[in-house]
């Protein structure tokens, strides 16, 4: 699929734009793990430094718009590559909502509380957490080599952190109903868990743009 | 940082030499080449400008009823008439030769001259008048200063008798110049002094008009034909070498042509500029085709495209836009033809129009000369007016072909401006 | 997908050029009322298809050409056929302006005289002046009609080109990269002059432009070296052709 231009510099242009979702995936996995070890050991330290890096993840996003906006006025792309700049536009706003995600995943560390019901789901969201990451690696990998089987497969595994997510809604509503005096940190919990499982949607969004960036088709069900 | 100055290197020097010596020829060339030229046209134009004057001189004659029977004028005998009246302006002269040199005076043409003036003015009859007659060559030559009168008698035209006599008939007023009217009013004669170019004019204008009437349709059509209509083959390749070398064929061979078909064949009257005319297009018709099919061919076929795909046929598309817009390129082709038909003696020669043609010719079956062919029998003439009025017939037929290549740029203009 | 039916229709036409073959087993269809634009890389056949609709390429000695090509189902190429009403009834418009040495009103007659199609001369001007609206060129030259249709604008020029063309209503109206003599503002005059006439003529129109083929033509033809690869709806061609060769062409890539 990948022949270069006969103008080299439309080529570059592409490259760029395809290397800049790249960093802002990088950074944003990063945001993502720093947000869950934060959390997992109540460690309010770093919780500044992530927030103050979500702006720069907001600023990429800019520039990648921009730059796409660029690249359909000067080159006139037609079929995959205005796909290609099209959604480029669209993956970066996903990875946008994925390092607010992240965000706020980390201020709620500061709310937390030490309690011993909260420490099983904890750990389910640590797994969750981590299930996202890997998807978020995933992605990336097909959205870089154009695999849009891999892309098939993070849809798959999104069906994991659903579970993930129903199981630590039941296990902590079952808590609340046991120990009422650790309610505010286990609603915190439930959130939290919402969080990554809408933070899991959003990578399958990235996937099945993968795909349409490929095949020009739209899985989202339409009708 | 860029160098614009003459030391740039870049072999300037050497390429700027080449220039201002290529320049420096070709000025050369041209200077030397007009001067020839200007050479060329003064020569002729001071030898020929003395065939504009007419001198004339007036003497009294006798015509009484005794001389002249007003009933009967044609019998009278006006030569001698003439005679008396010289003799009688100078008694003096008795001598057998010297009377002979005093009526070398006026023309031969005079008694002509004089029945003239009779029967236009039948007033004169009844007694001595004075009549103007047209002067001999050596009076006139010498009148306007063409006879050396330093040089030893017996080398002149005119013995030194006939000098003192011109004198005193100058001191009486009885020698005028005129502007040289006859020149355009006569045709050829044994005299010069009445000699005129109107009959060898007429001959040149009604062959060439045949010629044209001839050669333009039928070069044309035939140059549209071979450049429009005719499939490309071997045959079209063979016509068109064939066309170019006809038109470099000599002249002279299109005379022999005609001769033996015009004349030997066909039985035409000879010299008509009908045959002259025929002969003339044989030789004009390559150079017509020549150059219709290179004003056909600068024609760009983008026109004859878009008639065609809007539904034209062939022939509609050539004739209503290639044939227009290639039509100032045909006649100017046709005018270098005409102006090459105008000078060419040989061809004309051969079919007789080299005949001593006095009558101005009324139609194009009577016999006739052309403008070449004058200049070509005047040059031959040894009298020395003659010389005069051959170079006026070349400033005659120069200034014909100026008037045809007028002609053609008005033309082309025209069309050209119409487009 | 035809949805008006087709007018011209092509079976295995091959065209060669002494032994040099242009075009291979073409097999295409053209919409009526519709404008269809053949595009492709240089030398790929598509100038020689169009002109082999209305029977130009017979101006050609050496070009011979084998198959069918109907319009209307009557193959142009049948010997019966008389060439001079067939291109009564195709009109071309060519890459360079070429109108007549005439006046403006003596180009856009001509077709309509020497096809006898007026039978008055006030049907005549009457036929002049729609032609010359229809073409968008009517404000511009109505108070001047008999000067010389060359001291027009290239623009201009090309539009009395088509006024000349559409005078006599042809089926077909067939444009041989109409725009590419022209600036970008008189290109724009055209197209939206073609999405205009298109409503009532059948337009096809070779171009090199891609651009312009996504802007005016309702179907495409993707010709290279001399076969037809591909053709479909305009849209569906520039978003997502089937053909690896169509997008390759389209993207500007190499291959």
Redesign the interface.
Same mark, same amino acid.
């Given at each position: 699929m990948e022949?270069?231009?006969?103008?080299g510099k439309?080529d570059d242009d592409l490259d760029r734009i395809k290397n800049e979702i790249l960093e802002m995936g990088k950074l944003v996995k990063k945001q993502l793990q720093g947000a869950t070890n934060a959390l997992l050991s109540f460690d309010t330290d770093d919780v500044d430094a992530l927030i103050t890096t979500d702006r720069r993840i907001n600023g990429m996003n800019k520039t990648i718009f921009r730059h796409a906006e660029q690249i359909i006025a000067m080159r006139?792309?037609?079929? =995959?590559? =205005?796909r290609l700049a099209l959604l480029a536009t669209s993956i970066a706003s996903e990875l946008e909502r994925l390092g607010d995600y992240a965000k706020s995943a980390a201020k709620r560390v500061r709310k937390l509380t030490e309690s011993s019901s909260g420490e099983k789901t904890l750990s389910l969201i640590g797994e969750m957490s981590r299930i996202v990451q890997e998807m978020l690696t995933e992605v990336l990998m097909a959205y870089k080599k154009n695999d849009i089987e891999k892309a098939a497969e993070i849809r798959v595994r999104d069906i994991d952190v659903d579970e993930l997510n129903k199981k630590i809604q039941k296990t902590a509503i079952k808590s609340i109903r046991e120990f009422p005096e650790d309610t505010e940190t286990l609603v915190h919990l439930i959130l939290l868990a919402r969080n990554f499982e809408r933070a899991g949607d959003h990578i399958v969004n990235i996937a099945r743009q993968v795909h349409q960036i490929v095949t020009?088709e739209d899985l989202k069900a339409s009708n | 940082m860029i160098n614009l100055t003459k030391s740039a290197g870049l072999n300037l020097h050497k390429r700027n030499g080449a220039e201002i010596l290529f320049q420096s020829v070709g000025m050369i060339a041209i200077i030397i080449s007009l001067s020839f030229l200007a050479w060329l046209i003064i020569t002729i134009l001071m030898n020929g400008l003395g065939a504009a004057k007419h001198v004339e001189i007036k003497i009294p004659v006798d015509l009484s009823s005794q001389n002249v029977d007003p009933d009967n004028i044609n019998d009278a005998s006006f030569g001698s008439i003439l005679k008396s009246g010289l003799r009688k302006k100078f008694v003096d002269v008795k001598i057998r030769k010297d009377k002979k040199k005093l009526y070398n005076l006026v023309s031969p043409e005079g008694s002509f001259e004089l029945k003239r003036e009779i029967l236009k003015d039948p007033t004169v009859l009844g007694e001595t008048t004075d009549i103007w007659f047209s002067a001999s060559d050596d009076l006139s030559l010498f009148i306007r200063g063409r006879v050396d009168i330093n040089v030893p008698e017996d080398q002149r035209q005119l013995s030194d008798k006939e000098v003192t006599w011109i004198t005193q008939l100058k001191t009486e007023g009885r020698i005028r110049i005129k502007p040289n009217w006859n020149f355009f009013k006569n045709g050829d004669s044994r005299e010069p002094e009445i000699a005129g170019i109107l009959a060898a004019l007429v001959g040149s204008i009604l062959s060439l008009s045949v010629c044209f009437i001839l050669s333009f349709p039928l070069g044309v059509a035939a140059a549209t034909y071979l450049e429009q209509f005719a499939p490309k083959s071997r045959l079209s390749d063979v016509i068109e070498v064939n066309i170019n070398n006809l038109a470099a064929v000599p002249s002279i061979v299109f005379g022999l042509l005609g001769l033996s078909i015009f004349l030997g064949y066909f039985d035409l009257p000879r010299s008509s500029p009908l045959v002259g005319g025929l002969v003339l297009s044989l030789m004009t018709l390559p150079t017509i085709i020549i150059a219709s099919r290179a004003s056909l061919r600068s024609v760009p076929p983008s026109i004859k495209e878009a008639a065609l795909a809007l539904g034209a046929t062939p022939v509609q598309a050539v004739f209503h836009h290639v044939f227009p817009v290639a039509l100032p390129g045909m006649l100017t082709g046709a005018i270098v033809g005409m102006a090459r038909a105008l000078g060419d003696t040989a061809p004309l020669l051969m079919i007789g129009m080299v005949a001593f043609i006095v009558d101005v010719p009324k139609s194009i079956l009577e016999p006739a000369t052309a403008l070449p062919v004058q200049i070509f029998l005047w040059a031959d003439s040894p009298e020395r007016a003659f010389s005069e009025k051959t170079s006026a017939a070349i400033i005659v037929l120069l200034l014909f072909l100026i008037l045809m290549n007028l002609a053609a740029v008005i033309m082309r203009r025209k069309f050209e401006k119409r487009l | 997908m035809s949805m008006n039916g087709s007018i011209i229709d092509t079976k295995n036409l091959d065209v060669f050029y002494g032994n040099k073959q242009a075009l291979f087993n073409i097999d295409l269809e053209i919409e009526e009322k519709q404008v269809t634009s053949l595009i492709g890389p240089s030398g790929c056949g598509k100038s020689t298809f169009l002109r082999c609709i209305n029977r130009m390429n017979d101006l050609i000695p050496i070009c011979k050409i084998t198959g069918k090509l109907n319009i209307d189902g009557q193959d142009v190429y049948d010997p019966s056929v008389n060439v001079v009403a067939l291109r009564a009834q195709v009109g071309m418009v060519f890459q360079k302006p070429n109108p007549f040495p005439k006046s403006i009103r003596e180009n856009v007659a001509y077709g309509l005289k020497i096809n006898g199609l007026t039978s008055s001369k006030s049907e005549l001007n009457d036929r002049v002046e729609w032609s010359l609206k229809a073409a968008g060129l009517w404000n511009e030259v109505e108070s001047r009609l008999d000067d010389p249709g060359l001291g027009l604008s290239g623009g201009q020029q090309q539009r009395l080109c088509i006024a000349r063309a559409i005078a006599v209503r042809p089926r077909v109206i067939l444009m041989d990269e109409p725009c590419s003599a022209l600036d970008p503002i008189a290109t724009a005059i055209i197209e939206d002059l073609i999405n205009e006439i298109s409503q009532e003529f059948t337009i096809v129109i070779v171009t090199h432009s891609? %651009?312009q083929a %996504?802007r005016v033509s309702n179907r495409t033809a993707f010709f290279h070296l001399g076969e037809l690869i591909e053709v479909g709806v305009t849209k569906e061609i520039? &978003? +997502?052709?089937s053909n690896e060769k169509t997008? +390759?062409y /389209? &993207?500007?890539? /190499?291959?």
């Open positions: 022949n270069e231009h006969i103008v439309f006139q792309p037609m079929a =995959l590559d =205005l020009g | - | 891609m %651009a %996504a520039f &978003t +997502n052709p997008q +390759n /389209i &993207t500007g890539r /190499i291959g």
